[in-house]
Every structure is written in C-alpha cells, then in structure tokens.
C-alpha cells in the first residue's frame, strides 16, 4: 500500500514550494471544518448500527495529510500524528468488530471530540490486506495491546467482508502464513510456508492483480519472513531493496495518481530496528527516518489561522 497524493506536474515544474504547502494547508483546514460536521452528527453516530466502515475510511483519510507532511518538510512528529490518527481509525474499525458488545471511543482530529462508537459485526474492509495496514502500524507503534487484539482476527472475520468471493487461495496461505509469523511458533510457520509456497498463483482471478501480487504481496511476505525469523539483517536488506525496486517500478505504472511510499514497510522497518537492530539505507521511497524517529513524539499541526505568515501559500505569478 502507498500514500496516495495528485500532482499537478505544470505547478510543482514551475513552482515546487507551491503545490505540497498548499495542500497541506488544505488538509488542515479540510480536518478543522470537519470537526464542525462531525459535531452536528455526533449523536447519529454515536447511535449508527450499521455495517459502514466510518472509522476505516476516516483514519484512511488522514494518508493525504501525511504524505503533503512529508513532501513539504515539516516536522517528523507532525506526520506521526497524521500518521497516528490514520491508524487509530483503521484499529477503531477492527475492535469494532472483533469487540461487538462494547462501545469503542474514537476521537477526531484537532478538537479532541470523542465518538463511543457501538461495536457490531462488519461486512467490508475485512480482507487480509486491510488488515495488514492496522498489523504494520502496530508494530511501528509498538501497541502491544493493539496487536493482540488483532491477532484474534480470523478467516472467519474474512468471510464476512462483501467481497469475500472474489478472494483467491493464495490470499489465505498469505493470511495464514502473516498469522504464523505473528505467532513465533516455528512448527507453525514452517507449515504455513510451506502452504503458501505451494499455491499457484492466481492468473484472471477477480480482484487478485498479478502484477499487484508480485510488486507488493510477495516483497512484503519476504521482508515479513526476514523479520520474524530473523534471517540476519544482510538478508533483511536485500528483501527490503527487492521491495522497494517492486513498489518504485508498480507506483510509475499506476495510473491517476502517484504512490509515494510503501506504507506497509514502515512498520516492519520500525519493529526491525527496534527488536532486532536491522537497519536500511536511507532512499528516496522510504526516507531513514521511518526506522528511527521518536514514536513517542507526536505534534499536533496547527490550524490554518495559527499558521505564521512565512507559512502561508501564494499563487505562483503568472507574468
């Protein structure tokens, strides 16, 4: 998975200060002015019993933030707290329904508002690469409590999702080798390994992309396996390097828009030097300090109307 941002090549070309400040900008202002909607609908949805994935798509909304972060140079610890927030609503999503006769508080952004979502059964974003997003950002925050919770996940869960039909069987054996390694039961894995070098690969499949699998499922199975078995941080970089060549050469073919960093490595490449003290060169796709920043230290970006002058985006001259 990438962060995903739009660029406009004619601006960034004539002006490359411009595009990044003023979206971040955007993204700021698009946060504070939500708060008011959220405001008005918080009984609705502190009452919502359906099945709407809210909390997934509102933590998935907060990557645009983080990438214009990046891009723009701000502080480390304000893209942890874009980068913080994506993941406490996709881990709202999962306790959610893995936790259904509790309420779960999930809280927006800026204000510090607090919604007691009711847990209940869901029927989308239940496949094992949803829940691989929430598995990796675990780890890059090192939530203990977190990851077993979602460890508790199963292919039960999986059947639920709407679009379960369109699962192939090599996407179990991933999901099933994923929870083998998260178990550090080396019988287990070796078996689940073994399962899932053995399933051909899906050919017309729907919803299962050959290429999407070779430049994304199988380099981060393999960072994945360099990790948790601990192969030796010699083999944990080359696995990352193949990663990255994959995802770079994936992200220049995809159409309307441009993936940016390899999101689901972030957090292997955090658990790997935190636990382990593997480390990997610093690359223009996945910048150094992913592995080695503060986790702990968050800063919440200012409002727009706070921001200093110097801040401030202007429209680039037309003469």
Request: charged share 25%.
């Amino acid at each position: 998975m990438g962060i995903r941002v739009h660029h406009y090549q004619k601006l960034v070309k004539e002006n490359p200060d411009y595009y990044p400040s003023f979206c971040y900008e955007e993204d700021i202002w698009r946060e504070t002015r939500g708060f008011k909607i959220q405001q008005e609908s918080q009984v609705k949805l502190e009452s919502d019993d359906s099945s709407s994935p809210y909390e997934f798509n509102m933590g998935t909304s907060y990557l645009n933030g983080l990438a214009h972060s990046i891009h723009y140079k701000r502080p480390h610890s304000e893209s942890l707290w874009w980068l913080n927030h994506y993941y406490q609503g996709i881990l709202t999503h999962f306790k959610v329904h893995l936790q259904p006769d509790i309420t779960h508080p999930f809280e927006l952004a800026f204000d510090g508002i607090k919604i007691n979502r009711n847990g209940r059964r869901l029927n989308s974003y239940l496949q094992n690469s949803d829940w691989l997003k929430a598995i990796t950002m675990a780890l890059f925050f090192n939530d203990k409590q977190g990851l077993e919770l979602l460890k508790q996940f199963s292919k039960d869960d999986i059947a639920l999702d709407e679009n379960a039909q369109y699962m192939s069987p090599f996407k179990y054996a991933e999901f099933d080798l994923m929870q083998a390694l998260l178990s550090f039961d080396g019988a287990r894995i070796e078996y689940a390994l073994r399962e899932y070098m053995s399933i051909e690969l899906p050919t017309n499949h729907p919803g299962d992309s050959l290429p999407h699998i070779e430049a994304l499922d199988i380099p981060i199975m393999n960072v994945m396996i360099a990790v948790f078995c601990q192969r030796g941080q010699e083999k944990y970089q080359e696995a990352m390097a193949d990663a990255i060549k994959r995802f770079t050469a994936h992200s220049r073919k995809v159409n309307d828009r441009n993936w940016d960093f390899p999101l689901n490595l972030i957090g292997l490449a955090q658990c790997a030097r935190r636990e382990l003290d593997y480390t990997f060169p610093d690359h223009p796709y996945f910048p150094e300090w992913f592995q080695t920043v503060d986790i702990t230290n968050i800063t919440q970006p200012r409002k727009v109307h706070e921001q200093p002058d110097e801040f401030t985006w202007k429209a680039p001259s037309l003469s």
